[in-house]
């Protein structure tokens, strides 16, 4: 079992920057794949970035180039740097972790998932 928290959410101004964090415990955080993704109201959960064990990276289109996803393992702790925020950025914000061997961006994929954090990117 996996305990995921994220936090960092909150309001920010188009063009603005946000860092989130997501906070792992349980067990080996090292041994995850990991994954962000959003939901805006009335939406479907998308995928934002993923971050494999070996830190390879992989993003949706619609962030590239802007949020950045990274992972410290000795603080068991992932982060997604975001950047130039836009208002369809606005949305929930998950943490997940998947047993899969390789990352990916099918939610369905993930079997743990944190509480969710607020970001709103006002126009």
């Known amino acids: 079992q996996v305990q995921l928290v994220e936090s960092g959410g909150g309001l920010v101004q188009a063009g603005g920057s946000l860092r989130l964090s997501c906070a792992a415990s349980?067990?080996?955080?090292?041994?995850?794949?990991m994954g962000w993704f959003r939901q805006a109201p009335g939406k479907e959960r998308d995928f934002v970035a993923a971050?494999?064990?070996?830190?390879?990276?992989y993003y949706a289109d619609s962030v590239k180039g802007r949020f950045t996803i990274s992972r410290d393992n000795a603080k068991n702790t992932m982060y997604l740097q975001m950047t130039s925020l836009k208002s369809e950025d606005t949305a929930v914000y998950y943490c997940?972790?998947?047993?899969?061997?390789?990352?990916?961006?099918?939610?369905?994929?993930?079997?743990?998932w944190g509480q969710g954090t607020q970001v709103t990117v006002s126009s």
């Open positions: 971050i494999s064990r070996s830190y390879t990276t």
């Open positions: 349980g067990r080996t955080f090292s041994n995850y794949p």
């Open positions: 997940a972790a998947t047993p899969r061997l390789v990352i990916t961006a099918t939610p369905k994929d993930y079997n743990y």
